[in-house]
């Protein structure tokens, strides 16, 4: 359904979504990391490319445009969640304005030609946001845009993709599924009591 850079776009969406933003995770309040702890936050959400394992220089500045990034793309994915396809695609388009969004086409040496998106600058910053974008814009802009979810477990409101066959996932990690599945059978057994 989706190809693998398309899926590591949305992957890195998701990843910057629910390390950046703040709300409830798990049944517990999550509050992102913010001031000093953000470029490292930054560098833990963002796939590694290539096969370096090192974490990356990413000053704070950078950080902040890629958490500012975080908040737009959760306006996404809770737009499309919700089926508020106009507002989603409204948002994506300021997205892709802004960041000067623009595909091209690049080769890892010893693979075929890859479309890969870039932003105006090419800075990491830009450049995820833009990649970001252009992967959203693309589930959104096609059948796909109910792929995108927002965690329906109580007390949690991080997003994902649903990659599976039938489409039918509602949960943003197993965790959230058996705490909600836990919750209703102990609410069954309380009834027959």
Request: hydrophobic content about 40%; aromatic content about 6%.
């Amino acid at each position: 359904m989706f190809d693998s850079h398309l899926a590591t776009l949305l992957e890195a969406a998701v990843s910057l979504v629910n390390s950046l933003t703040d709300g409830e995770a798990r049944g517990r309040p999550y509050v992102a990391p913010h001031d000093a702890d953000l470029p490292a936050a930054v560098d833990a959400a963002l796939p590694r490319t290539g096969t370096g394992t090192r974490p990356r220089a990413i000053d704070p500045e950078q950080a902040a445009y890629l958490a500012g990034t975080a908040h737009r793309l959760r306006r996404i994915f809770e737009a499309a969640s919700a089926g508020r396809i106009d507002e989603a695609a409204g948002v994506l388009n300021g997205l892709l304005l802004s960041t000067g969004a623009r595909p091209q086409l690049d080769q890892v040496p010893g693979e075929p030609w890859q479309v890969h998106f870039h932003g105006a600058d090419d800075s990491l910053a830009v450049g995820w946001s833009a990649g970001c974008a252009a992967g959203l814009t693309l589930a959104v802009g096609s059948d796909l845009a109910g792929r995108l979810g927002v965690c329906q477990a109580a007390h949690c409101d991080r997003v994902y993709v649903d990659g599976s066959r039938n489409g039918a996932r509602q949960f943003c990690s197993t965790a959230c599924q058996n705490r909600t599945k836990a919750a209703a059978f102990r609410a069954r057994q309380s009834r027959q009591a």
